[in-house]
């Protein structure tokens, strides 16, 4: 028989001063990339080389931490998505900041497990959940909790919703057949609709309403389906509005909305991914009217609050809902009024699903500190003006034109050809292999149309200015491209296969 381990062997370093350089290091380098990304193109592809290298075998013998950190230096930094990079602009990404990167690392140091029990992380996330609610307007009685990200935060949402719906018998009893019918808007994130699924409510309980020309939901049409459906005896339990959709940035007539949940008893969630920290710009914040009406809101720290991935959050007002649809007593989760296992009325484990779970607080914590939220909300003011901005660029240029108006942070345009939407999704990866900027793409009205969007404390006029003039730089090479590939007029006249 093999030898038993060494039982005195730990985990820790042989030599603490060894990892103490290492450390020192790795951080003075991450620092650095931080301090320099401007000299880094915004994205780059991994090259096939090292993609390979994430195809070895199992590691089952130790490898020296100098040598895995110089992989990581090679293979991991020069790969990443690039978010961090003031050109970036695709989808909805927080570029974080290094005091935020610092509060990873000590939390990773503290490796709290914020599920529950009495210790400092459990009362840093209490303190978030305070702040939170006075952002929101929101009594003392709401309960908030960090979560993945806002997917998560909504299907927490919608089963809190559910269950105070159905009763929290379904708790035991299973859902069943039900009636229950939940609405929002088409222009609502695909996370809805999925926390639908997984609720075992079914994407067919879910109306989609269609949005008026600034791509608001329709509170008319909402209200007519309301009592459409239960003129047919189906059961409307929940409206989920949303602050800042993804695709444009539009903000629903929340206190309409707020108005016609109450008359007619229905749950209110706002999907409030980015759209909801506007709040911490007093410019803004007006075109949130009613938000502090809702039932529940989801959002996330990690988008416009800048707070390194992830951390989403979910604030519900009324806390009794959250914990009849979480909270299950367990011989192993006993509370005691003193000791380890006191801490408060109920823990994080009481209102979602995860026991064991980081501390997302943490770097929050930090964040909103450091920088405080007047300041925050400032850099949130800023990324709308920058999209005011491109917006102006983008209509005083003819060969552009300008999809959707800007609403808040989002822009949305396409350059003006042919083909146009096989040549603007070509453009759009043309523009994020430059390096330059990096804008994604969605659907405008069933027009494809690159979408820029600032959610970047890092950005700058001039990187607006950049992503305009590498678009209109990169449509003109292609434009070449196509005219030499064009098929002369014998080979048009052959085939056609190829359009
Ligand atoms: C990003 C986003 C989501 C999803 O949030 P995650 O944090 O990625 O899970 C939902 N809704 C909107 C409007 C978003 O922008």
């Excluded at 290094?98 to 009362?123: C, K, Q, T, W, Y």
């Excluded at 979408?451 to 950049?466: Q, V």
Aim: proline share 5%; charged share 20%.
């Amino acid at each position: 028989m093999d030898n038993p381990p060494n039982t005195g062997c730990t985990l820790d370093p042989q030599d603490w001063e060894d990892l103490r350089v290492a450390g020192h290091r790795m951080l003075d380098d991450i620092l650095d990339c931080l301090e320099h990304l401007r000299d880094r193109p915004v994205w780059k592809p991994m090259p096939d080389d090292a993609r390979a290298r994430f195809r070895s075998a199992l590691p089952a013998q130790p490898t020296e931490l100098p040598i895995v950190y110089r992989e990581f230096l090679q293979d991991i930094l020069p790969y990443a998505l690039g978010n961090t990079h003031p050109g970036f602009m695709g989808w909805v990404h927080g570029a974080g900041t290094p005091v935020g990167m610092l509060a990873e690392m000590l939390s990773a140091g503290l490796n709290a497990n914020a599920g529950g029990r009495d210790h400092s992380a459990i009362e840093v996330e209490r303190q978030i959940v305070a702040w939170v609610r006075e952002i929101f307007n929101f009594p003392d009685t709401a309960s908030g909790l960090f979560v993945t990200g806002t997917s998560m935060a909504n299907l927490l949402a919608v089963v809190i919703a559910r269950n105070t719906a159905l009763g929290y018998d379904s708790r035991k009893n299973g859902i069943g057949r039900n009636a229950l019918r939940a609405y929002t808007s088409g222009a609502a994130h695909g996370c809805v609709a999925k926390a639908m699924e997984v609720s075992g409510l079914g994407t067919d309980a879910l109306r989609c309403i269609p949005t008026n020309r600034q791509f608001r939901m329709d509170i008319q049409k909402l209200e007519e389906a309301v009592h459409a459906d239960r003129a047919v005896g189906l059961r409307p339990f929940l409206v989920i509005g949303s602050a800042g959709t993804v695709d444009t940035g539009s903000i629903d007539d929340l206190d309409a909305i707020a108005s016609l949940c109450r008359k007619e008893g229905l749950w209110f969630h706002i999907d409030g991914a980015f759209g909801a920290l506007a709040k911490l710009s007093p410019s803004l914040a007006p075109l949130l009217g009613g938000i502090e009406r809702a039932d529940s809101i989801a959002f996330d720290f990690h988008k416009w609050g800048q707070v390194p991935y992830d951390a989403g959050f979910l604030l519900v007002r009324n806390a009794k809902y959250q914990l009849d649809t979480f909270s299950a007593p367990v011989t192993y989760l006993r509370r005691e009024q003193r000791g380890m296992a006191s801490g408060g009325p109920y823990w994080p484990c009481d209102l979602g699903v995860d026991l064991s779970r980081g501390s997302r607080a943490l770097k929050t914590w930090f964040t909103l500190k450091t920088f405080g939220l007047e300041q925050i909300g400032a850099t949130i003011a800023k990324s709308c003006e920058l999209a005011r901005y491109l917006e102006s660029k983008i209509v005083a240029e003819t060969k552009l034109e300008l999809l959707a108006p800007a609403q808040l942070n989002i822009v949305c345009y396409r350059y003006r050809t042919e083909n146009s939407d096989r040549f603007n999704a070509e453009l759009a990866i043309a523009i994020q292999e430059s390096g330059i900027a990096a804008p994604s793409t969605t659907t405008i009205n069933g027009a494809l149309a690159i979408r820029a969007c600032i959610a970047n404390h890092r950005t700058l006029k001039s990187d607006i200015d950049a992503l305009v003039s590498v678009t209109l730089r990169k449509a003109k090479e292609l434009e070449m491209l196509y005219a030499e590939q064009a098929p002369s007029p014998i080979d048009e006249a052959g085939s056609n296969a190829s359009t």
